[in-house]
């Protein structure tokens, strides 16, 4: 596993957790808004903790998914 697709397992249970994937909850995946806030706290040490240290294209990603996580979260709410 390399590191974006580590970042994009994170970006996909914290998703989950807001209960932003179809069929979530069908396969075991209660909505947990504390653990989505959790995931989407990870991401942001991450990308301050790897700032410098990814590709243009890496931090670009990293800056999206963060925004959109954090739109979905505040979305819903």
């Known amino acids: 596993m390399d590191f974006m697709s580590f970042v994009a397992s994170l970006a996909t249970n914290a998703m989950a957790a807001m209960g932003a994937l179809p069929d979530a909850e069908k396969h075991g995946m209660p909505?947990?808004?504390q653990m989505a806030h959790e995931y989407i706290e990870i991401l942001a040490m991450l990308e301050e903790k790897t700032?410098?240290?990814l590709s243009p294209e890496e931090e670009k990603a990293m800056q999206r998914i963060l925004s959109?996580?954090?739109m979905a979260f505040v979305q819903t709410s």
Do not use: D, M, T, W
Request: glycine residues 12%; proline residues 0%; charged residues 55%.
């Open 31 to 33: 909505k947990n808004r």
């Open 51 to 53: 700032r410098g240290n």
């Open 68 to 70: 959109e996580l954090r």
